[in-house]
């Protein structure tokens, strides 16, 4: 089997989305009006080059047997990297407002006002540029749901885990309430993505349920990661350290000590939890915790289970090489 450089191809793709939105703004006549520049923001954006969703609808395209070439489907992946980043200025504010003890709002409308300015732009030209290159398409009316749901989903994800998924006592909180806020949240924008693609290369119902289906887990996968890498990496996500523990967050890391820790594990994570600022003992304490052996182990085998059936489902697509190997690749890599 020939060997796939991950690396390679979503440092070309991110290179071309890069040129391509580059060249959308040029001609744009509203980019001078706000307050900080588009490009400048999609340039030092922390999802400037690692977001894994315009890889993903490319490979949806291909294996779906997309016909034309990468120049066709480029417009789809900038779209949906549009998207993204439609959301992250005003997650940003969110972000730095929970790592403050004592902030102030002097600034905050100000900021706000540029955020939601910013983030309205990205995601109705994200809705153009779909309607400019893919309105003549009989599915065109399918993928712009999707296109909604996608954004109704990254507008909403904060509002969920506020307003209903904090309001759930940590030592409450299932395994199945993480994954449903995983599945509302994350998994959802994977798995349209990837759809999307086949969308357009013209997959069927049934081609296009397997491939949702698989990129659901694959969102899973994604997710779960990402909780990991804010104690391990953070560096990889661009957020700021430990964010998540400092947000009291219900992400995977913490949740495995209440589910499987035993009880003076599952009391200090809590007592931890309930402190008004976490500090540097607290996080060496909950990264013990995690590496504890039947932690460790149980994180392990759910973490298994979601590959297997990831891998288990990608069988069902079509074999076209080399999407199915890459997409083989990327489930492999997002379950360690």
Known sequence: MMKIDLVKINNRISKAIRKYIQNYYKKDRIVPYLKEDVLDFITKCRY????VRPLLTLLGYEIAGGKYNFEYILPAMSAIHLCLLGFIPIDDIIDGLERQKNFTFNDIPAKLSLAYSLSTKLREDARMIFQTNYGNLPCFGRINTLISQCLQKLDG????????????????YSINEYFKL?????SILIANSFVIGGLIAGINKKTEQDMYEFGMDLGRLCQIRDDFLDYIDPRVTGKLPFS????????FPVLLILWYGDEIQKRTVVKILEKDMVVKTDICQV????????????????????????LQRLKSLPKIQ??????REITLLYSV
């Not at 998540?244 to 992400?251: C, N, T």
């Not at 080399?322 to 997409?327: E, M, Q, R, S």
């Open 182 to 186: 995983i599945d509302e949240a994350t």
């Open 157 to 172: 994800s904060h509002t969920l885990e506020t307003n209903y998924h904090s309001k759930v006592p940590f030592s409450k």
């Open 48 to 51: 400037a080059s690692d977001d």
């Open 322 to 327: 080399p999407a199915y190997n890459i997409l």
């Open 244 to 251: 998540d523990l400092y947000s009291r967050k219900k992400r």
């Open 287 to 310: 990264l013990e915790m995690i590496l504890d052996k039947k932690i460790k182990e149980q994180s392990l085998k759910i973490i298994t289970d979601i590959r297997n059936r990831a």
